[in-house]
């Protein structure tokens, strides 16, 4: 279970990126989480691993204390970077010298996920492009078997095949006992995969929901034309119509858009969580 309680965060003192955080994560559910550009998403990640020190408050991973970098809580944590790099090393050496360090690693889950995503591994892995580096990484981050595992941006640099394939190593990849959180801005991605949200915005974290209790409460819908209806709380026009969002008074669960749950959380934000903050009267 990961705790925070009470955290503040800061590069600078003249503006705060958390102020009194405060957050609980439990084990078996993959999190989305979600934020405008310097909202925090990278930095609350590294945070979580012990690569940031919190300014104030405490954070808990279990028993383990983030900051401390007992070796216990770093074999059973992994966090995949958005920027990728390599050393001057082959595949086999990457796993000789890195694996020990997780003991749970398989490399039997590492070879079929190579092969998975169709990855070259001949030659050094610094002279690859970075869409191969990017799967190899994917590849070792989930062969690791760590119960945390941070991905931040992990579709960026894969072509289409490979997103896919991606999607299903990582559903087959989790387990009840393990903690995923995606950062990712290309939700339309991973969309299949998230099954909570957590959207940060203004220091704070603004939803954190599951999306059975987001889709209970809000309603999403598509039109070719721009949506009349009264009761709309939020609509933008897409490539593909107009989305919206609507209350749902059926309180019966329906499917999320996340793509429009964020851009309305961000644009309307007292309408967006008010329905998700209080009792819905079902009509």
Known sequence: MITIRNLDFWYSKRESLFAGLNLDMQPGHIYGLLGKNGAGKTTLLKIMC???FPKRGEVFLDHWIPRQRHPGFLQD???LPEEIYLPLINAESLVRLYAPFYPQFSREQFTRAME???VNTVGKLNKLSYGQK???MIAFALACNTRYLFLDE???GLDIPSKAAFRSLLAAAFSEDRTIILSTHQVRDLQSLIDHVLILSGRRIMIHQSLDFIGSRLK???SVTRPEMPGVLYSWNTEMGHAC???NFDNEPGPVDIETLFNGALEVPEKITHFLHSEI???
Do not use: A, D, H
């Open 116 to 118: 998975y995503l169709e």
């Open 281 to 283: 009267p079902v009509l």
């Open 50 to 52: 012990g690569l940031s």
């Open 134 to 136: 990017k799967k190899i």
């Open 245 to 247: 969002i609507l209350p």
């Open 154 to 156: 992990p579709t960026n």
């Open 77 to 79: 944590i992994f966090l």
């Open 220 to 222: 999403f819908q598509r």
